[in-house]
Nanobody
Framework: QLQLVQSGGGLVQAGGSLRLSCTVSISLVLPYAMGWFRQVPGKDREFVAGLSANNARTTSTDSVKGRFTISRDNAKNTMYLQMNSLKPEDTAVYYC????????????????????WGQGTQVAVSS
């Protein structure tokens, strides 16, 4: 059974950097799009960044543009979220998701679209 295993995260001061990783436990036959979401208590899971199944397209939410970068290393079955210039409002539990998709250029920004999720990792940014 496919699993997404997250690593990274932690506590950092404002302006600092962190890198999150999300490793797919098995190689999938189907292509799959992936994304990063975050959630704070009492709120819905929010889209942060996503990439298409063929890695040709990426997008991110406006609040992180220019600061966060999503990428994937297919050889390692691992997706990354490089987070720079972190702000206190970036504090949240971050989740990675994966969705099998033959629509190779699609990026999925709704959490309901995703079939698999990582366990979540806490990111805390102090002011």
């Amino acid at each position: 059974q496919l699993q997404l295993v997250q690593s990274g995260g932690g506590l950092v001061q404002a302006g600092g950097s962190l890198r999150l990783s999300c490793t797919v436990s098995i190689s999938l036959v189907l292509p799959y799009a992936m994304g990063w979401f975050r959630q704070v208590p009492g709120k819905d899971r929010e889209f942060v960044a996503g990439l298409s199944a063929n890695n040709a397209r990426t997008t991110s939410t406006d609040s992180v543009k220019g600061r966060f970068t999503i990428s994937r290393d297919n050889a390692k079955n691992t997706m990354y979220l490089q987070m720079n210039s972190l702000k206190p409002e970036d504090t949240a539990v971050y989740y990675c998701g994966a969705k099998a998709s033959w629509a190779l250029y699609n990026i999925y920004q709704q959490s309901d679209d995703y079939e698999y999720w990582g366990q979540g990792t806490q990111v805390a940014v102090s002011s």
